[in-house]
């Protein structure tokens, strides 16, 4: 991201010269939108980049903030909506150790349980916000509950982000650091919650066999 404000800074300021500040508004929308199928996409960034341009009088602050705020929503409701209806098709087909009524009615006693409190964490786990949307799809979380707790989610996350590119002309390098580690840190995290489930079923897979063989 320095890399981004030191090299095209230049470039971003002249193209809203030449075209004006609501195709900024739009490219926040979509990138928003964006994230949420493809999360590599870095639409944190560019939600942040809004937070600075709104700081610099470029962009007006309230839409910079709740114009990603809808696209982050429309994202999420529409993976939501993917879940539902053909994830839940594909499960209900039962065929194979994955994809059957088994694992279906776990995910849906899974997110009747936790469905809540992990749709609101959703936004500050990088990296599974989309799976969290689609498996609230599977698990028949209501559409209005879906929608609330998303929002709360949202509006909490870009809250801090636009506040922190409200605040990169006081700090700016260091925000940029604190922005990249905090994604490093969750990515780490999951990629050893990955590893280890994967140990466990490796284990319970081996134990079985080991029982199948004895008995």
Not at 5 to 33: C, D, K, M, P, T
């Amino acid at each position: 991201m320095e890399e981004f404000f030191n090299s095209r800074g230049a470039e971003l300021l002249n193209f809203i010269s030449a075209h004006g500040v609501l195709w900024i508004y739009f490219f926040l929308f979509f990138s928003a939108i964006l994230e949420a199928f493809f999360p590599p996409y870095p639409g944190d960034t560019v939600t942040f980049i809004g937070g600075y341009l709104a700081s610099s009088g470029i962009l007006n602050l309230p839409l910079a903030f709740l114009i990603p705020c809808a696209g982050s929503l429309c994202g999420a409701l529409a993976l939501y909506y993917l879940g539902m209806k053909k994830g839940r098709e594909l499960f209900e087909k039962d065929k194979g150790k994955i994809f059957n009524r088994t694992q279906l009615g776990k995910i849906e006693n899974w997110f009747g349980k936790y469905g809540p409190e992990v749709i609101i964490a959703s936004r500050f786990i990088t990296g599974v916000r989309s799976g969290i949307a689609v498996g609230a799809g599977l698990g028949k979380i209501r559409l209005w509950k879906m929608a609330t707790y998303s929002l709360i989610s949202i509006f909490a996350w870009n809250g801090l982000i636009i506040g922190l590119g409200r605040l990169t002309h006081q700090n700016q390098r260091e925000l940029f650091k604190f922005l990249s580690l905090y994604n490093r840190f969750i990515l780490v995290i999951l990629a050893l919650i990955v590893v280890i489930w994967f140990i466990w079923l490796i284990k319970k897979r081996s134990k079985k066999n080991n029982t199948g063989i004895g008995k």
